[in-house]
């Protein structure tokens, strides 16, 4: 409805109920114009109204979605289900052109305009979330293991005589896959243990570069965000240490937005250093659906480079996920998130402390660590090896998700290489552990519950650890008890 079809809608309703709907309407668009001068996540966030208005309006801009439309191509938004279409607002043309995903489809303006947005937004985001001196970023239709490979392959035609990775280990496959698909040969650096704490061993980082060349050395590959006893790298010392060598440096900061600590490590990394790129997940940061992420750094022109390296036309769905949940929440709605999980990282702490403490176990120190937590699995190992990982299935039957039960001992072979004590980030970390993690959306009852039942786990398994203890006592002493 514009101005000249509300004039004309008075002459069929009372003119004073028709400038009240035409009001209420130009508070909708007040918000939209905002946003398209602005280019910011909205401190408060929107209703779904607005959002959907929005939406329909960048639809019917896109050509699949004119009237008067005749179609004559291979690829022209063309959708056999309106269910599809529907789930999809009717946006069907993806996001970018075939030799570049930022770049602008003529005949998908509304789509173009979505993605356009969809990245000024992402950026206000981080820079909101702790990295302010961000430069440019985008949103890429893909996990964060293929993001990084993306970042990998675009510094291949900057260092083609590059073939080595140096990597501080971290026990996930897709971040370790990454390294392989791109064509290159990780580094694995061991970590450090320093009291319960694993940390990167900046000499071991530097005696690699040393012992390859710098110029062998496609970049250093950090995390932030991981599981405990891990802790997020040395950003700073890292980001030195590149700049000293001139190695490109990329970080995986998967679930690190969240986190302020680990926005600020990005953050001084660059000021005192080099980083090139940090890529973070869209679902782990922002509850959307898996599928998509952000690669964000502090050189605009790489940032772009690495856009350009995407391969043809890509889905729209990561972009308009991400869009529709930031504008819903708004700047505010995500700060508070964001502050939530804060409080409840301090409440798992220490309901995990006072139940490791009521089972002859501890949660281990791991202070560097601002998301996940770790308790000792000592008192279960000492029962049986198949003990710690009989607590694992008992919760998952018990439907916790998301704890990790870590046995010592493991090993996992990925792409040829082989990991001692996987999933621990150690060859040989000290205990058996739990690991529990406060990420962005957890609830007080999400945590009281697990404790629960986990306090119910533990005390199975120990009733039935003392009951075969005693069977066993009784076979040897019906056999050997008269010796």
């Not at 073939?163 to 026990?171: A, F, H, L, T, V």
């Not at 061991?190 to 110029?215: F, P, Q, S, W, Y």
Request: hydrophobic share 40%.
């Amino acid at each position: 409805m514009n101005s000249e079809n509300f004039s004309l809608s008075e002459k069929i309703v009372s003119s004073s109920y028709i400038r009240q709907g035409s009001q209420a309407r130009r508070s909708h668009e007040q918000l939209i114009r905002h946003l398209l001068e602005q280019g910011k996540c909205p401190e408060e966030g929107w209703s779904e109204s607005t959002v959907e208005l929005f939406l329909n309006e960048l639809a019917v801009m896109d050509s699949n979605n004119f009237l008067g439309n005749c179609g004559v191509g291979e690829r022209e938004g063309r959708v056999a289900s309106s269910l599809v279409a529907r789930r999809h607002y009717r946006l069907i043309h993806g996001i970018g052109r075939s030799g570049d995903i930022a770049a602008i489809q003529p005949k998908a303006a509304g789509s173009s305009l979505l993605n356009k947005l969809t990245n000024s937004v992402a950026l206000d985001i981080l820079k909101l979330s702790g990295v302010r001196s961000v430069a440019s970023c985008f949103v890429v239709p893909m996990a964060t293991g293929m993001s990084l490979t993306l970042c990998f392959l675009t510094l291949r035609h900057r260092r083609p005589k590059a073939r080595y990775i140096i990597w501080p280990r971290i026990d996930q496959k897709s971040c370790f896959k990454a390294m392989i698909t791109a064509g290159f040969e990780p580094v694995v650096v061991e970590n450090v243990l320093e009291g319960d704490e694993l940390r990167t061993d900046l000499e071991a980082v530097e005696r690699k570069i040393e012992e390859l060349g710098a110029d062998n050395v496609l970049c250093v590959h950090s995390t932030t965000s991981c599981f405990a006893p891990r802790v997020p790298d040395r950003l700073e010392e890292l980001a030195t240490m590149c700049a000293k060598y001139n190695i490109p440096h990329i970080v995986n900061n998967a679930y690190g937005v969240q986190s302020s600590k680990c926005m600020h490590l990005i953050q001084q990394g660059a000021r005192v250093g080099r980083i090139d790129a940090f890529v973070q997940s869209l679902d782990k940061n922002f509850m959307v659906p898996v599928g998509g992420a952000i690669i964000a750094g502090f050189d605009e022109p790489f940032i772009q480079e690495i856009s350009k390296m995407y391969p043809g036309r890509a889905s729209a769905s990561p972009s308009l996920d991400v869009l529709i949940t930031l504008l819903t929440l708004g700047a505010s709605g995500y700060k508070k998130l964001l502050s939530e999980r804060k409080e409840i990282y301090s409440f798992l702490a220490q309901e995990l402390k006072s139940l490791a403490s009521a089972h002859g176990e501890r949660l281990l120190h791991t202070p560097h660590n601002p998301i996940s937590l770790a308790m000792s699995l000592d008192g279960l190992q000492a029962e049986s090896d198949k003990a710690v990982t009989h607590l694992g299935s008992m919760l998952f039957t018990r439907q916790v998700s998301g704890a990790r039960v870590i046995p010592l001992g493991k090993e996992q072979t990925i792409s040829g290489h082989t990991f001692r004590g996987f999933m621990s980030h150690s060859e040989e970390y000290p205990c058996p552990y739990l690991n529990a993690a406060s990420a962005v959306g957890i609830t007080r009852d999400d945590v009281t519950l697990c404790i629960k039942r986990l306090d119910k786990c533990l005390k199975t398994l120990k009733k039935d650890g003392n009951a075969a203890k005693s069977r066993f006592q009784l076979t040897l002493s019906i056999n050997y008890g008269d010796a």
